[in-house]
Nanobody, 123 residues
Framework: QVQLEESGGGLVQAGGSLRLSCAASRRNIRGWAMGWFRQAPGKEREFVAAITWSGGSTYYADSVKGRFTISRDNAENMAYLQMNSLKPEDTAVYYC????????????????WGQGTQVTVSS
């Protein structure tokens, strides 16, 4: 089973940027889609972004489109989420996940999760 570990979270002012990283170990993620999800206090975990196994296609939640960019480096077994123009409503724990199915916006199509990294955006 692949293991995922997120890093790069922190406290940033509104309008700032952060880059989250997701390091995979034990298995290669080359053949699988990768996704980022987030969960704010008192809310359900929600889809943020996903990228196909080749990196050829990317998908975003409407709330982050144009501000966030997902990418991956299969040779390094890494996935990334570049977050720009951050807003207080982006505050959440961010999780990376390995896809297992075809509906990559669907949380239930992922079978491996990291522990999450906290992102806090102050106003």
């Amino acid at each position: 089973q692949v293991q995922l570990e997120e890093s790069g979270g922190g406290l940033v002012q509104a309008g700032g940027s952060l880059r989250l990283s997701c390091a995979a170990s034990r298995r290669n993620i080359r053949g699988w889609a990768m996704g980022w999800f987030r969960q704010a206090p008192g809310k359900e975990r929600e889809f943020v972004a996903a990228i196909t196994w080749s990196g050829g296609s990317t998908y975003y939640a409407d709330s982050v489109k144009g501000r966030f960019t997902i990418s991956r480096d299969n040779a390094e077994n890494m996935a990334y989420l570049q977050m720009n123009s951050l807003k207080p409503e982006d505050t959440a724990v961010y999780y990376c996940a390995k896809g297992a199915g075809v509906h990559i916006r669907n949380i239930h199509e992922y079978d491996a999760w990291g522990q999450g990294t906290q992102v806090t955006v102050s106003s």
